[in-house]
């Protein structure tokens, strides 16, 4: 997602008049780095600062709201890092409204965390340490980041190497931004992940079974 972007952006489809003569909202609920629709325990829905309804989507990630008059609707949910979003949706026409909700969104901009990445001085370099444990698998991998001069980022991970593009180090921010919000529980499968800076040593644990930030991270940066 890009910085300063915010993608729970709202699309519409217009119809020519609807039957009732009042408008309507449709919400796909999702997680927007892959389109892949996911599950979502509560969504509060506001008109004009007041509650409107409160839908208990769970499984069913395509929400409907019929029968909507004017005026300004706020969407409110937890997203995947446990952070109460708000999504803005303005109704001033009667046509049918599509939403696309991001359970993954995060506004980058407002965070105080400061990533590692932008902490480093030059021949600085930290390491990251990725290890998951499931039912049926196990595995680790690794990356190091080191700053050798002014502007100059590169990434070693696993047999790869590549000098990082403005685009890789913001995408890399990004990770270690999401990453600080893990330590959840609840599935089977659990990441285990090891920041290394400095000599220390910081210890998170990823039992989200939905964020799979070093997979990600790994395809924006090497592409696959």
């Not at 021949?123 to 444990?133: A, G, I």
Request: net charge neutral; with cysteine; aromatic share 14%.
């Amino acid at each position: 997602m890009k910085k300063g972007a915010f993608y729970l952006l709202v699309n519409l489809i217009f119809f020519s008049n609807l039957a009732n003569g009042k408008a309507k909202m449709i919400i796909s609920i999702q997680d927007c780095r892959n389109s892949q629709l996911e599950y979502l325990s509560e969504l509060k829905v506001l008109k004009d600062g007041k509650i409107f309804k409160i839908l208990n989507p769970k499984y069913e990630n395509q929400q409907s709201l019929k029968n909507l008059e004017l005026g300004t609707y706020s969407l409110v949910y937890k997203s995947l890092f446990e952070k109460e979003t708000t999504q803005i949706v303005k109704i001033t026409e009667y046509i049918s409204y599509k939403v696309e909700l991001c359970t993954n969104f995060i506004d980058y901009e407002k965070e105080t965390y400061k990533p590692i990445i932008n902490q480093l001085k030059e021949n600085d370099s930290y390491k990251v340490e990725m290890s998951s444990q499931g039912c049926f698998h196990s595995e680790k991998d690794s990356f190091t980041i080191t700053r050798k001069s002014q502007d100059d980022y590169y990434i070693h991970w696993s047999d790869k190497s590549k000098k990082l593009s403005e685009k890789d180090i913001e995408s890399i921010e990004h990770f270690e931004i999401e990453l600080n919000y893990m330590n959840r529980f609840g599935c089977t499968t659990v990441d285990t992940y090891s920041v290394v800076y400095n000599g220390n040593s910081n210890l998170i644990l990823d039992g989200s079974c939905g964020w799979d930030g070093f997979i990600y991270l790994r395809k924006e940066i090497f592409g696959k």
